[in-house]
């Protein structure tokens, strides 16, 4: 007989700017299907690759079942052992410390936005709730871009991205959103087929570059110049939006004395294009009338990432596009964390990069989620080294991923099938609600369920040591984390309101329609007394970045594969890219004696790869290409290649400034 089909609405929490909601089939308490939710506004019933494998990843034979334990981290000999000793474990641990300091300084929490589901950050709220204990802070992502927005405008807010498809221009700078966003394509696609022009500037040859109208390959971290040259060139032609300069903005004749001193044919060298190509794409912004600037996650990761973003919105804002419809800037939206859970801040909090390169202060106790430094922050031999000094570490996980691999404790956790969870959504601005599909895996427990019960075991221990909250379900924990700001944006109080209403109809929005922006002055900032207070220029002025030298002469980029999202799909085979490769200009090959599919060496100051080349003619010949991630059957950990450099901005968003990913040098050789 046919068992019963039960069908259930999920949301993907990864940290991706589609948040797909989608419809999952359970037979018996079996996944059988997975399907896109039509009724989403953006996704509109698209999945990408990787969501279409979440079934087979959901069962994948490598997947934790067990809490584990090894006394010696790194050693492998790992034992399986009960919930209840985990929990014995961590306690006497945390009584130790407190024992000893009598606090819970040396507890270190580190992690980030592995999922990025409001059940998530209990984690936080836990740590908090029995007194000041330490935080890794930072943004490895966006954070440079973020404040480079803020220093302008005032804060970061984005225009509905469905707007798009009215557009009658859209530049992409380092934006590949075939690969990283593809439920924007179909609004680039539909804004192309009534006419608008479509413009695509990377150093990359990428796949949403095969789209576009013009492809501009611009020298890495020369966005800022580009963008200062576009604006001296629309001055000259008297093409700036005048009253908006003249009502709406705030420095921008202090800005344009730099302007006027530069020389046109110095930046163009700079950024490696031909004047043709910028008088081209000058015409085309002038006939367009109004122009959508997508600015990429991955240009903001240069040592002048920041100062880079100020330049592109000081482009738009000049021309006249910033809250207009269909224009303006479109980077992310700054306001999403706004449930009170979000919002905890009783920890000491440490820059992340300082962390990393000087290992302090001491920490007693790490616990990891949400989060694989071993293959996805900087120098993870460096980490490596720190972790093998705290005496207990703990990762919640679902893979041994290398980081779980050199954890004395291993805390097998639930996916978003198996828990209840909201997901909000940093680029469409959509919320909603995740329904458990499917019991825990074995005897994985979800985020929320281990630190309620960690919480219970710590208070009969002694009472006055921990106010978390205790709750009976992960729902009833979800509805007290709704506050009076999530219903004025999202019109909502409870779990409940979103089972009903699914995802809530909410206005069509356009960021700074009313031109009044959130500084200090109500203006566009072209100068900003913020900025130049924190040691940046006070107007956004391209500044230099770093540049290969001869020792080092290749860019490494190292930018998402298509079908992975950082180190999270690695147990899906969806290519022939089952191990890493490095991407080369076969000119430059040739010129090295490198043949295509050769294993060579990949190298600089801080450590070398032994990694296959492959010829691609779509990566300049002064950039090497390896995709980031975690590659199990090579074992090669890319970011082992890349300093702990930061970015210019980040420190006033996330506590941290960014890593300049981006501005990592190395050179290629034969074995």
């Given at each position: 007989m046919r068992m019963a089909t039960h069908h259930f609405k999920n949301?993907?929490?990864?940290?991706?700017?589609?948040?797909?909601?989608?419809?999952s089939e359970v037979e018996n308490n079996q996944l059988i299907h997975i399907s896109g939710d039509t009724s989403h506004p953006y996704t509109k019933g698209k999945l990408c690759a990787k969501g279409y494998t979440y079934g087979e990843k959901n069962h994948h034979p490598s997947r934790l079942k067990f809490p584990y334990y090894q006394e010696v981290k790194g050693s492998g000999k790992f034992k399986q052992i009960t919930w209840e000793k985990a929990f014995e474990l961590i306690l006497c641990e945390i009584m130790s410390i407190h024992e000893r300091?009598?606090?819970?300084?040396?507890?270190?929490?580190?992690?980030?936005?592995?999922?990025l589901g409001v059940q998530?950050?209990?984690?936080e709220q836990f740590f908090s709730s029995i007194g000041e204990t330490t935080k890794i802070v930072g943004s490895p992502c966006a954070s440079a871009g973020f404040e480079a927005i803020q220093y302008d405008m005032g804060s970061a807010k984005m225009?509905?991205?469905?707007?798009?498809?009215?557009?009658?221009?859209?530049?992409?700078?380092?934006?590949?959103?075939?690969?990283?966003?593809?439920?924007?394509?179909?609004?680039?696609?539909?804004?192309?087929?009534?006419?608008?022009?479509?413009?695509?500037?990377?150093?990359?040859?990428?796949?949403?570059?095969?789209?576009?109208?013009?492809?501009?390959?611009?020298?890495p971290s020369t966005d800022g110049a580009l963008s200062n040259v576009l604006l001296k060139r629309l001055y000259e032609s008297d093409a700036l939006d005048k009253a908006f300069l003249a009502q709406h903005s705030f420095g921008f004749d202090h800005f344009y004395e730099w302007i006027d001193q530069m020389d046109l044919q110095e930046y163009l060298q700079i950024c490696g294009i031909a004047e043709s190509s910028l008088e081209l794409l000058l015409t085309w912004i002038i006939e367009a009338g109004t122009v959508a600037h997508l600015i990429g996650i991955g240009l903001q990761r240069h040592s002048n990432g920041g100062q880079n973003i100020r330049a592109i919105q000081a482009l738009a804002a000049a021309h006249g596009d910033i809250g207009t419809y269909a224009g303006g800037i479109f980077f992310g939206r700054g306001d999403t964390m706004k449930f009170t859970n979000q919002q905890e801040t009783s920890n000491r909090d440490i820059d992340m990069n300082k962390w990393i390169t000087q290992g302090q202060p001491t920490l007693e106790m790490m616990w990891i989620s949400c989060r694989n430094p071993l293959t996805q922050d900087p120098n993870p031999?460096?980490?490596?080294?720190?972790?093998?000094?705290?005496?207990?570490?703990?990762?919640?996980?679902?893979?041994?991923?290398?980081?779980?691999?050199?954890?004395?404790?291993?805390?097998?956790?639930?996916?978003?099938?198996?828990?209840?969870?909201?997901v909000t959504n940093f680029w469409h601005d959509k919320i909603a609600f995740n329904?458990?599909?499917?019991?825990?895996?074995?005897?994985?427990?979800?985020?929320?369920?281990?630190?309620?019960?960690?919480?219970?075991?710590?208070?009969?221990?002694?009472?006055?040591?921990?106010?978390?909250?205790?709750?009976?379900?992960?729902?009833?924990?979800?509805?007290?984390?709704?506050?009076?700001?999530?219903?004025?944006?999202?019109?909502?109080?409870?779990?409940?309101?979103?089972?009903?209403?699914?995802?809530?109809?909410m206005k069509e929005t356009t960021a700074w329609r009313d031109k009044t922006f959130e500084t200090k002055t109500g203006r566009y900032h072209f100068y900003s007394v913020e900025a130049k207070k924190n040691g940046f220029s006070a107007i956004p002025k391209f500044t230099s970045g770093k540049s290969p030298?001869?020792?080092?002469?290749?860019?490494?980029?190292?930018?998402?594969?298509?079908?992975?999202?950082?180190?999270?799909?690695?147990?899906?085979?969806?290519?022939?890219?089952?191990?890493?490769?490095?991407?080369?200009?076969?000119?430059?090959?040739?010129?090295?004696?490198?043949?295509?599919?050769?294993?060579?060496?990949?190298?600089?100051?801080?450590?070398?790869?032994?990694?296959?080349?492959?010829?691609?003619?779509?990566?300049?010949?002064?950039?090497?290409?390896?995709?980031?991630?975690?590659?199990?059957?090579?074992?090669?950990?890319?970011?082992?290649?890349?300093?702990?450099?930061?970015?210019?901005?980040?420190?006033?968003?996330?506590?941290?400034?960014?890593?300049?990913?981006?501005?990592?040098?190395v050179n290629i050789s034969k074995m």
């Open positions: 949301v993907c929490p990864r940290n991706c700017y589609s948040s797909c909601t989608m419809i300091y009598e606090n819970f300084l040396p507890i270190g929490l580190y992690k980030y936005t592995g999922n998530h950050f209990v984690a225009s509905d991205p469905s707007q798009l498809k009215e557009a009658k221009m859209i530049i992409l700078w380092g934006s590949n959103p075939a690969v990283t966003n593809i439920h924007l394509i179909p609004f680039i696609l539909e804004a192309k087929d009534k006419g608008a022009k479509i413009v695509v500037i990377d150093p990359l040859f990428t796949k949403t570059a095969e789209l576009a109208d013009m492809y501009i390959q611009l020298c031999r460096l980490i490596q080294e720190h972790l093998m000094k705290i005496p207990f570490v703990v990762t919640v996980e679902q893979f041994m991923t290398p980081t779980a691999a050199m954890s004395n404790l291993v805390l097998p956790t639930t996916t978003h099938f198996e828990e209840h969870d909201i329904e458990k599909a499917l019991p825990p895996y074995y005897e994985s427990r979800s985020e929320w369920n281990i630190m309620n019960e960690l919480a219970i075991r710590l208070k009969q221990f002694d009472e006055e040591l921990c106010s978390f909250p205790i709750y009976s379900s992960e729902e009833e924990y979800l509805n007290k984390q709704f506050n009076q700001e999530i219903f004025e944006h999202h019109k909502i109080r409870k779990c409940s309101d979103l089972r009903k209403k699914s995802i809530p109809n030298t001869v020792e080092h002469p290749f860019w490494l980029l190292t930018p998402h594969h298509p079908y992975t999202i950082n180190s999270q799909s690695f147990s899906i085979d969806l290519t022939d890219d089952g191990e890493a490769f490095v991407g080369i200009h076969p000119k430059v090959a040739k010129m090295l004696n490198i043949y295509n599919g050769e294993v060579v060496q990949v190298y600089n100051s801080q450590d070398t790869l032994e990694i296959k080349a492959v010829y691609s003619a779509q990566v300049p010949e002064d950039i090497l290409l390896i995709y980031q991630g975690w590659y199990q059957r090579s074992q090669i950990i890319v970011n082992r290649l890349i300093p702990v450099l930061e970015t210019d901005m980040g420190e006033n968003v996330s506590g941290a400034k960014g890593i300049a990913y981006y501005d990592t040098f």
